[in-house]
């Protein structure tokens, strides 16, 4: 019998960098590995989301424009693929539906293929007018779970969501494990529910991080259970809080019906390239080599150390277990929403201030705006007594209608106010710049021109540090007193570094 | 229905820091973690073998069988397993039956309880005098499968090895897959191929490394095909070169028809006390993270290291390539054995030769050894060319019925070679100790009365690197100059680290 091909995402260019190097992997030290990934069979590859659109204009003096362009350019034989936060584009609030629209209209037109639509509440009426707006440009509109655990969260509930996404048109269904907290027996029921209920031919894409150590098996499950294609990061970019490697899916498979079309000769040479990148970045390593208290805590990689910078700020990073036990309160009195940006820092701030000034003694107001509706509906019962709080301490009345349909037009509002920006060029893309991020965006516009920074240190840094940790010697941080010869005389002389 | 128990064996104390840290770790580093360890719910702990004996004489001055007994009243409630490499016991050769005998007895006293019994080759006959002494003492005679790839290596040869391991009277089968290249299919295929013919009671352990990214879906698989333990570390001490994680492992089950009855809250504690020491030994941290191309070259992890620093050491760093080119043509003549202890050396070094000297112009004494039985009968035939090469080259003919039977009793030879030497205590234990490692022990029994070195670092220097990381200095190698300014004059000083 001939094998199933299963399809392969490649998480290199986004995700990995995201969530190993925080997201500050310059453009420069993607392009040599773009011909490679081009030509190794990936079902799709991810390059642009979010935080990559946030780090380029705020670390990198990179346009993310340009970024996607520089892909599309480089990867003209592959599907390139973005995550896309439904209403919430690439921000942190919800946008009117015009600037939907123009965001997904441009993002298309520069080389956008496949866009991932996402809501943290897994509220459809937040993913409807983006996924309308792709399936208008003519590219793939792949509708979202984000999975999560929880009392009130059940197969059915997945189920029904993915009917929801079908019924809009979604060209495919994604099942969003950011937490990597999917297990295999769950990853199965769910996956072998939506086929049976809607058909083999929906195509369904698995997304996990391997941050628990369990989702390698997680992808075995799925693939077994009629999943097509799942995300993988080439292995020198994987685990810890990353993904499972890409090689490492190609040779799991084979004996199995499955069968991964990848090119291992071409991935070689990609993984060669990262290998030799990823040092460069190592300041910006997270710690994390495997961690499944997270089955226990809910607590994502990226969220706890978030959280853990924001007590160090406060000067009580003594309450970190605190905070930790206080999360999963937060969590299920927000009525249960997966936790996933901007879920996850609004929840673990919320948790943070609970534990600092007392529990809902001061809310922060995007936790008001959460328990009141302003984000959509939870997939849970909103706790009403924290509601009733969230209302005395803003003045705001809940809402329970579309959160977007509460907003007036704003495209005209942001095209006046980008043109007016320093550095500004007048396209729409940077209208849409400024729209995902005015602060940060109206400093990026100034220095533009002056061209991309690489933040990663050079390979001669990067050499003489290994250098330094296998002769085990360490640096001096304090003053040293060195014994000076000038001139015949032996002086004492303590220095320190200016 | 309920669900089946799972039972896990523990490799913190033995495989794990072996293939992540060189088997540096000192006892001292793991009693604390040992209370925990005993009380969790594991099926076993291994916590002694070749290499950690070794490394106990060789770097840390620390008696091995003094931490044998002190595991032993540390953790009343669990059962000691060891890796015992048939008649090579703990060393590097063959040794006579009576040594044997003595050896098992002697390690079964101390506290031993289960005995994983190995041969590289595979050959029963190395196998049976260790089984048949474990049975004698009364604990758990463990008949093991080394798992390797080959074109003679198929599904009915290992269902073959597993009838006359059972036959030789063994308690369990273990499937040992050193390289971390057993796939899920062969997983399923081998274990059910087991169960089927030699009926489901037969238990089944697999201890699988993780270096190629693949093996926690292959222990997934080898749970739903039968298998009644499986070996993992815990999380702080796995993953790379080593092993998956006990907690991993413990979420992965969960919602399936298996659990791995552990204690999640004394397994954190194990996680912790593990996570606060291995930074002491980073200095022998190997830098694989992921290598899931070992399933083409066919080296495993810690081969690859030995092979390296051979060609460095003979300024031949360059020809990495070649050598590993090498390696399959070698192991292909030998008969493809497996390649693990000491058959990895054994073909490594001679695949180092070949490319250095020409193609078997020099033959090592251990793989002209190899190819004319003294190890035992290989699965593949020999290559005939290169065992007449050996002939020629040695004086030595080739020999096909049991190796050890080739062997003059030695005990009484040893005790009294042992006996004469400086520190020997008199007893049984160190004439073994000087059995396994001659030379080395000579040496360790002169130093033993000053007790252990711990090779670590102190937490002071740990966290003194931990800043210096963070602040992102990195050591001056070369000189600097300085700018220092002594009573109103400054003086450009360069200065160097004396």
Same mark, same amino acid.
């Given at each position: 019998?001939?094998?199933?091909?299963?399809?392969?995402?490649? @998480? !290199?260019?986004? &995700?990995?960098?995201?969530? @190993?190097?925080?997201?500050?992997?310059?453009?420069?030290?993607?392009?040599?590995?773009?011909?490679?990934?081009?030509?190794?069979?990936?079902?799709?590859?991810?390059?642009?989301?979010?935080?990559?659109?946030?780090?380029?204009?705020?670390?990198?003096?990179?346009?993310?424009?340009?970024?996607?362009?520089?892909?599309?350019?480089?990867?003209?034989?592959?599907?390139?693929?973005?995550? @896309?936060?439904?209403?919430?584009?690439?921000?942190?609030?919800?946008?009117?539906?015009?600037?939907?629209?123009?965001?997904?209209?441009?993002?298309?037109?520069?080389?956008? &293929?496949?866009?991932?639509?996402?809501?943290?509440?897994?509220?459809?009426?937040?993913?409807?007018?983006?996924?309308?707006?792709?399936?208008?440009?003519?590219?793939?509109?792949?509708?979202?779970?984000?999975?999560?655990?929880?009392?009130?969260?059940?197969?059915?509930?997945?189920?029904?969501?993915?009917?929801?996404?079908? &019924?809009?048109? !979604?060209?495919?269904?994604?099942?969003?494990?950011?937490?990597?907290?999917?297990?295999?027996?769950?990853?199965?029921?769910?996956?072998?529910?939506?086929?049976?209920?809607?058909?083999?031919?929906?195509?369904?894409?698995?997304?996990?991080?391997?941050?628990?150590?369990?989702?390698?098996?997680?992808?075995?499950?799925?693939?077994?259970?009629?999943?097509?294609?799942? &995300? /993988? *990061?080439?292995?020198?970019?994987?685990?810890? +809080?990353?993904?499972?490697?890409?090689?490492?899916?190609?040779?799991?498979?084979?004996?199995?019906?499955?069968?991964?079309?990848?090119?291992?000769?071409?991935?070689?040479?990609?993984?060669?390239?990262?290998?030799?990148?990823?040092?460069?970045? *190592?300041?910006?390593?997270?710690? /994390?080599?495997?961690?499944?208290?997270?089955?226990?805590?809910?607590?994502?990689?990226?969220?706890?150390?978030?959280?853990?910078?924001?007590?160090?700020?406060?000067?009580?990073?003594?309450?970190?277990?605190?905070? =930790?036990?206080?999360?999963?309160?937060?969590? *299920?009195?927000?009525?249960? +929403? +997966?936790?996933?940006?901007?879920?996850?820092?609004? $929840?673990?701030?919320?948790?943070?201030?609970?534990?600092?000034?007392?529990?809902?003694?001061?809310?922060?107001?995007?936790?008001?705006?959460?328990?009141?509706?302003?984000?959509?509906?939870?997939?849970?019962?909103?706790?009403?007594? $924290?509601?009733?709080?969230?209302?005395?301490?803003?003045?705001?009345? +809940?809402?329970?209608?579309?959160?977007?349909?509460?907003?007036?037009?704003?495209?005209?509002?942001?095209?006046?106010?980008?043109?007016?920006?320093?550095?500004?060029?007048?396209?729409?893309?940077?209208?849409?710049?400024?729209?995902?991020?005015?602060?940060?965006?109206?400093?990026?516009?100034?220095?533009?021109?002056?061209?991309?920074?690489?933040?990663?240190?050079?390979?001669?840094?990067?050499?003489?540090?290994?250098?330094?940790? @296998?002769?085990?010697?360490?640096?001096?941080?304090?003053?040293?007193?060195?014994?000076?010869? =000038?001139?015949?005389?032996?002086?004492?002389?303590?220095?320190?570094?200016?």
């Amino acid at each position: 019998m001939k094998p199933k091909i299963i399809g392969v995402t490649e @998480l !290199a260019l986004r &995700d990995a960098h995201q969530s @190993l190097l925080a997201t500050r992997m310059a453009l420069e030290d993607m392009v040599e590995a773009c011909e490679d990934i081009d030509k190794a069979g990936y079902w799709s590859v991810e390059c642009w989301g979010g935080a990559t659109f946030d780090a380029c204009i705020r670390f990198l003096n990179e346009d993310p424009w340009v970024r996607l362009r520089t892909f599309r350019e480089l990867m003209p034989n592959s599907r390139l693929q973005m995550l @896309l936060r439904g209403q919430n584009l690439l921000g942190y609030r919800h946008y009117e539906d015009m600037v939907v629209d123009k965001f997904v209209e441009k993002s298309a037109e520069n080389g956008m &293929d496949v866009f991932r639509v996402f809501d943290a509440l897994n509220d459809p009426r937040n993913l409807e007018r983006a996924m309308k707006a792709v399936i208008k440009t003519g590219k793939h509109a792949q509708g979202t779970i984000c999975y999560t655990i929880s009392p009130v969260h059940t197969v059915e509930g997945y189920l029904k969501l993915a009917g929801r996404l079908i &019924d809009m048109g !979604a060209h495919s269904i994604a099942i969003k494990d950011m937490a990597a907290i999917l297990r295999p027996q769950p990853a199965h029921d769910i996956i072998c529910a939506i086929k049976e209920t809607y058909g083999e031919d929906i195509q369904i894409n698995v997304h996990c991080h391997s941050t628990t150590g369990v989702t390698m098996a997680t992808l075995f499950s799925a693939i077994q259970a009629g999943a097509d294609v799942v &995300d /993988t *990061a080439i292995s020198s970019m994987s685990l810890g +809080p990353g993904h499972n490697p890409t090689g490492s899916l190609f040779h799991m498979l084979e004996g199995t019906g499955y069968h991964a079309e990848l090119d291992m000769v071409r991935l070689g040479r990609v993984r060669d390239h990262f290998a030799k990148i990823r040092p460069r970045y *190592a300041e910006f390593e997270s710690p /994390t080599l495997v961690e499944s208290g997270i089955f226990r805590s809910q607590i994502p990689g990226g969220m706890l150390s978030n959280m853990e910078s924001q007590l160090r700020m406060q000067g009580a990073a003594d309450k970190r277990a605190e905070v =930790m036990a206080e999360v999963p309160i937060v969590k *299920a009195d927000a009525g249960h +929403p +997966p936790l996933v940006t901007p879920t996850s820092q609004i $929840v673990g701030s919320q948790a943070v201030f609970n534990v600092l000034f007392g529990r809902y003694e001061k809310m922060t107001a995007e936790f008001a705006d959460l328990v009141l509706g302003y984000y959509g509906r939870t997939h849970g019962e909103v706790n009403p007594e $924290v509601a009733k709080i969230a209302e005395e301490q803003t003045g705001k009345k +809940p809402i329970h209608d579309r959160p977007a349909d509460h907003l007036e037009p704003e495209w005209d509002q942001l095209v006046t106010e980008a043109h007016a920006l320093e550095g500004n060029d007048g396209t729409d893309e940077d209208v849409l710049t400024y729209a995902m991020f005015p602060a940060v965006a109206t400093e990026f516009f100034k220095t533009r021109a002056k061209g991309p920074i690489n933040v990663g240190k050079s390979a001669a840094q990067v050499k003489a540090e290994e250098e330094a940790r @296998l002769t085990g010697e360490t640096t001096p941080t304090a003053p040293i007193t060195y014994n000076v010869r =000038m001139g015949g005389r032996t002086l004492a002389v303590k220095v320190e570094r200016a």
